[in-house]
């Protein structure tokens, strides 16, 4: 079945430790996304990438780093430079070129706790 | 891409329409409202979009007022398993950024 699979579900770290959280889509799926969630928050949007090798900061990208080497995958890595990564992360994908059907569909999430 | 606001919190009784609104005051020509929910530590799920028309699908009906200010997703007979946080956003079909920002959405609680 095609969808979006994230990995770790859950995942420990200790400070100063860089971790990378892993994004795969088998939808053929263009662009795709990274968000955070943090309770009782809504998504914050860290990076997106709309086309292989390409990808831009959102609104929170500081202390985080991306890389976009294939269309199906999209990893972020939590860097030590994070000052507070403990949190829940999403990853989304979306058909970029529809025109008004482009709904983003979303992993399962990672859960990130900092020890 | 405009803003959306949303009441933090609604309570349904279950097997009765629940009605969530969204306000949207500042949605350009070309921007769709979509509706997303999202059930407790899931990815958010897709539910419904549209642009003027009002929209019904199996799961929700979306109603646009005219002037495209505000909207209502509407799910006509809610169970319990709809309990989660509706997110309303707005965004161009073809926007040059492609961000896509979500508000802090509604808590709908589905009572037995």
């Known amino acids: 079945d095609g969808g979006i699979t994230q990995s770790p579900k859950y995942l420990f770290r200790k400070e100063g430790q860089n971790v990378t959280l892993s994004c795969e889509q088998n939808?053929?799926?263009?662009?795709m996304y990274w968000y955070r969630q943090d309770p009782g928050q809504g998504l914050r949007l860290i990076y997106y990438s709309q086309i292989v090798n390409d990808f831009q900061k959102g609104d929170i990208a500081e202390g985080y780093s991306v890389s976009r080497e294939k269309k199906e995958s999209f990893p972020l890595t939590v860097t030590s430079a994070q000052k507070n990564p403990t949190a829940f992360y999403l990853c989304a994908s979306r058909l970029q070129v529809a025109a008004n059907t482009g709904e983003l569909f979303f992993g399962e999430g990672s859960r990130l706790t900092v020890l | 891409d405009a803003k959306t606001t949303q009441p933090p919190s609604m309570d349904c009784a279950e097997g009765r329409a629940a009605n969530l609104p969204c306000n949207h005051s500042?949605?350009?020509?070309?921007?769709?409202v979509y509706w997303y929910r999202q059930i407790h530590s899931q990815g958010p799920q897709y539910i419904i979009h549209g642009l003027k028309n009002n929209e019904t699908n199996e799961m929700a009906s979306l109603i646009i007022t005219e002037d495209r200010k505000s909207s209502t997703l509407i799910l006509p007979h809610a169970t319990l398993r709809d309990t989660a946080v509706y997110y309303c956003i707005v965004r161009a079909a073809r926007g040059a950024t492609n961000k896509l920002i979500f508000g802090t959405g509604t808590l709908l609680a589905v009572q037995p």
């Open positions: 500042t949605i350009s020509g070309n921007e769709y």
């Open positions: 939808l053929n799926h263009d662009a």
